[in-house]
T-cell receptor, first 113, second 114 residues
Framework: KQEVTQIPAALSVPEGENLVLNCSFT??????LQWFRQDPGKGLTSLLLIQSSQREQTSGRLNASLDKSSGRSTLYIAASQPGDSATYLC????????????FGQGTTLQVKP | EAGVAQSPRYKIIEKRQSVAFWCNPI?????LYWYQQILGQGPKLLIQ????????DSQLPKDRFSAERLKGVDSTLKIQPAKLEDSAVYLCASRTGGSYNEQFFGPGTRLTVL
């Protein structure tokens, strides 16, 4: 059974700092991994989707890496801004090839001005 | 392109009452998911539809939860009767094409059961 863990659960950093969020999964037989952002009281916004054949995906100040063999992904945020404050969730496909997602519990990020 | 629409955005009910949520996926998206997100946790799948057929409802508490997707477009999720532990955000997501494709989420419905 696939399980996804995110560390740390919460993180507070000063504005401008570079930071890394971690995601680990127990079953390495995944075909992609997705990172989402969730603002308080809002739905999920997709940030990056990494296919299993890729090792990295970049979007602006965000860079996500995927290491299937070790069951890990990282989300790197460069030059953090107060507007980056949100909960970040990673998700991998569950078993059965239906596309359902198994989520971690999220990392809540606070960027202080 | 319009995103996934959900209503209502917020709902407060007493325990043992019934409630229904509505989702309109992105146009042309054949696959629709309902997830439940309890405070402090990641979303968990309740039910998945492919067009108007159920693909996976193994995690749906069928004694109180029901869902339908008539005509393969809009979907409704119902809870009857509600329990305190049903307090959560209910998220609808949709995707097109194969299971490798990205899912797009709606804003969610926040349910509070008193």
């Amino acid at each position: 059974k696939q399980e996804v863990t995110q560390i740390p659960a919460a993180l507070s950093v000063p504005e401008g700092e570079n930071l890394v969020l971690n995601c680990s999964f127990t079953d390495s037989a995944i075909y992609n991994l997705q990172w989402f952002r969730q603002d308080p009281g809002k739905g999920l916004t997709s940030l990056l989707l990494i296919q299993s054949s890729q090792r990295e995906q970049t979007s602006g100040r965000l860079n996500a890496s995927l290491d299937k063999s070790s069951g890990r992904s990282t989300l790197y945020i460069a030059a953090s801004q107060p507007g980056d404050s949100a909960t970040y969730l990673c998700a991998v496909p569950g078993s059965g090839n239906t596309g359902k997602l198994i989520f971690g519990q999220g990392t809540t990020l606070q960027v202080k001005p | 392109e319009a995103g996934v629409a959900q209503s209502p955005r917020y709902k407060i009910i007493e325990k043992r009452q019934s409630v229904a949520f509505w989702c309109n996926p992105i146009s042309g998206h054949a696959t629709l998911y309902w997830y439940q997100q309890i405070l402090g946790q990641g979303p968990k799948l309740l039910i998945q539809f492919q067009n108007n057929g159920v693909v996976d409802d193994s995690q749906l508490p069928k004694d109180r939860f029901s869902a339908e997707r008539l005509k393969g477009v809009d979907s409704t999720l119902k809870i009857q009767p509600a329990k305190l532990e049903d307090s959560a955000v209910y998220l609808c997501a949709s995707r097109t094409g194969g299971s490798y494709n990205e899912q797009f989420f709606g804003p969610g419905t926040r349910l509070t059961v008193l």
